[in-house]
C-alpha cells in the first residue's frame, strides 16, 4: 500500500511540475529514461501516470535518391502509440515498424505537443546538460559513446554497447535545434536499428 501511495504522489509530482513549466530537464530525463528501458529490455512502456492518446498508423512516404523524384522502395504504413501529461509540452511516441518475418523493430520518441511552446535556446541548454549527465552515469561498460552526424545545433547520443533481447543495437539520441531560421526542433528517445532484428508486434499493424 506505501508502495502504491508513493508512486500516486510521485506522479501527481511530475504532472504538477509539468503544468507549471517550472522542471523541463526533470520531466525529460523520466519519459526519456522509460522510453531507453522499455527499448532496451524489450519490455512494455511504463505508462504510469500518463494519458492514453490512442493508437495510429502514419503513412512513411517512399524513400528517393538526392536530385531524384523515383523511388528507391515503397513507402510503408508505421504503428504509433502516444501519451501524454495533461498540460505538459511533451507527448511520448511508441512506433513499431512494419514486421518482418513476424518481428517488428521498435523505437520510443519523444516530440513536442501539438501547439506547445517550442524550446528556446536555455531549455535547450538544459535539457543537453540534463543529457550529458545520464550519459555521464550510463557510459559503465554496458554503453558507449555514439556520435550522431552534426545537423542541429545539438545532436547527442549513446549506444547499447551489445544487443538487446531482440538482438537489436539500441541507440539513444537528443537532438535539439534553436539557430536555424525555422521553428524549434526537438526529438529524442531511443530505437533498435538494425534491419532484420525485432520483437513481437504489440501495436496494431494493417
Known amino acids: ?17 509539468a503544468n507549471a ?5 526533470g520531466v525529460w530525463r523520466d519519459l526519456f529514461t522509460r ?12 505508462a504510469m501516470g500518463l494519458r492514453d492518446l490512442g493508437e495510429s498508423l502514419r503513412i512513411a512516404a517512399p524513400p528517393t535518391m538526392a536530385g531524384s523524384t523515383k ?23 511508441e512506433t513499431e515498424y512494419p514486421p518482418h518475418g513476424g518481428k517488428t523493430r521498435r523505437s520510443c ?17 538544459l535539457l543537453r546538460a540534463a543529457f550529458l549527465a545520464e550519459r555521464d552515469k550510463l557510459l559503465d561498460g ?6 550522431p552526424d552534426p545537423i542541429f545545433s545539438t545532436n547527442l547520443g549513446i549506444r ?3 544487443n538487446n533481447v531482440n538482438g537489436c543495437r539500441v541507440v539513444s539520441l537528443l537532438f535539439i535545434d534553436t539557430q536555424s531560421n525555422f521553428p524549434s526542433f526537438l526529438q529524442t528517445g531511443s530505437g533498435e536499428q538494425d534491419v532484420t532484428c525485432g520483437g513481437a508486434p504489440r501495436l496494431i499493424h494493417p
Not at 21 to 25: A, F, L, P
Not at 116 to 122: E, F, G, L, V, Y
Not at 142 to 147: C, K, S, V
Request: charged share 25%; aromatic share 8%; with cysteine.
Open 160 to 162: 547499447l554497447a551489445g
Open 109 to 125: 520518441n519523444l516530440e513536442l505537443a501539438p501547439q506547445a511552446k517550442p524550446i528556446s535556446a536555455d531549455e535547450e541548454s
Open 1 to 17: 500500500m506505501r508502495h502504491i501511495t508513493l508512486s500516486v504522489l510521485l506522479n501527481l509530482a511530475l504532472i504538477a511540475s
Open 21 to 25: 513549466g517550472e522542471n523541463i530537464s
Open 142 to 147: 554496458r554503453y558507449e559513446h555514439w556520435n
Open 35 to 46: 522510453c531507453r528501458v522499455a527499448v532496451e529490455t524489450g519490455k512494455d512502456f511504463d
Open 71 to 93: 523511388a528507391i522502395m515503397p513507402g510503408y504504413d508505421v504503428a504509433e502509440q502516444r501519451w501524454g501529461i495533461p498540460g505538459d509540452r511533451f507527448v511520448v511516441v
